[in-house]
């Protein structure tokens, strides 16, 4: 069995995942993936902005450990990525950091829906009693949308995150949906399947076989992303992950260097 790369890997530096990137690797090595890709939490443009990420004078760090784990697994691909987070406001600090290193790929996320809040943040959960889940999932995706119209990534993050704890609206989300979803396909963006999903409260993979298929019949490409904030956590769950893209009629997905897309053919299904 074959498997696509694993494109969204955490590492220390950001403060709340264990393992070293050439750990990472290795695990990837003994599952037989051919590529990878760190993509850990990047710095805002002030210091200690939350406690999940890297600051701004651990970046070269960051690079090395990347550079280490190629130099230690030479028969496996490495690509050197961001999980940026995207706030309105922050577009200029975004493109200084895309100007610093030879990076694969961005991947844009939105984790905040105000410049306090993260909704998926265990230690805020008390802020969703305080609003109206379809006016968190409204903000959350014209942040979405506005992050793929961008122009700063190549791929989104966990496209429907807000359901995380479990917390979902009552309301039909799907014109919030397909306003992301044709902004991502006109600006040529990927969305990616996470499965961290299923090792959370809501027990399903970001996003939704609704999303997924919607993102199909858009036209919006994908990438796959195990979210790993430890070694054994390197594509988790990716037949589910395969099994949903290959549902929704998906035969494709994208692998990015240096910011290049290139088309691979979904692997082979396993018999
Ligand atoms: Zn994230
Ligand atoms: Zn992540």
């Not at 987070?85 to 844009?108: C, N």
């Not at 122009?151 to 704890?165: Q, R, T, V, W, Y």
């Not at 970001?206 to 999303?211: A, E, G, K, N, T």
């Not at 099994?243 to 692997?267: D, I, K, M, N």
């Amino acid at each position: 069995m074959s498997w696509p790369p694993d494109y969204h890997m955490h590492t220390p530096l950001c403060l709340h995942a264990r393992g070293e990137p050439s750990e990472y690797a290795a695990r990837a090595v003994a599952l037989g993936l051919s590529e990878i890709g760190f993509s850990d939490h990047s710095p805002m443009r002030q210091d200690n902005y939350d406690k999940w990420r890297m600051n701004f004078d651990r970046l070269g760090e960051y690079v090395e450990k990347v550079a280490r784990a190629r130099k230690d697994f030479p028969q496996l691909t490495i690509k050197l990525a961001l999980e940026v987070d995207f706030l309105p406001g922050q577009e200029d600090w975004i493109r200084h950091l895309a100007s610093l290193h030879p990076w694969d790929y961005f991947i844009g996320s939105v984790h905040y829906v105000s410049q306090t809040w993260a909704i998926d943040d265990p230690s805020q959960l008390a802020e969703w009693r305080q609003h109206d889940p379809f006016e968190v999932w409204s903000i959350y995706f014209d942040w979405l949308t506005r992050a793929a119209d961008s122009g700063l990534f190549e791929i989104i993050g966990h496209a429907d995150l807000p359901k995380k704890f479990g917390i979902r609206p009552t309301q039909d989300c799907t014109p919030l949906f397909q306003k992301f979803l044709s902004t991502a396909a006109r600006r040529g963006v990927a969305m990616e399947l996470n499965t961290a999903g299923l090792r959370k409260d809501c027990r399903e993979i970001y996003p939704s076989p609704q999303l997924v298929q919607m993102a199909f019949a858009h036209g919006v490409r994908i990438t796959f992303g195990s979210d790993a904030h430890a070694p054994e956590e390197v594509a988790l769950n990716f037949t589910e992950a395969l099994a949903l893209a290959r549902s929704a009629g998906y035969q494709h997905h994208c692998r990015f260097t240096r910011r290049q897309r290139e088309l691979v053919p979904l692997p082979e299904q396993a018999c």
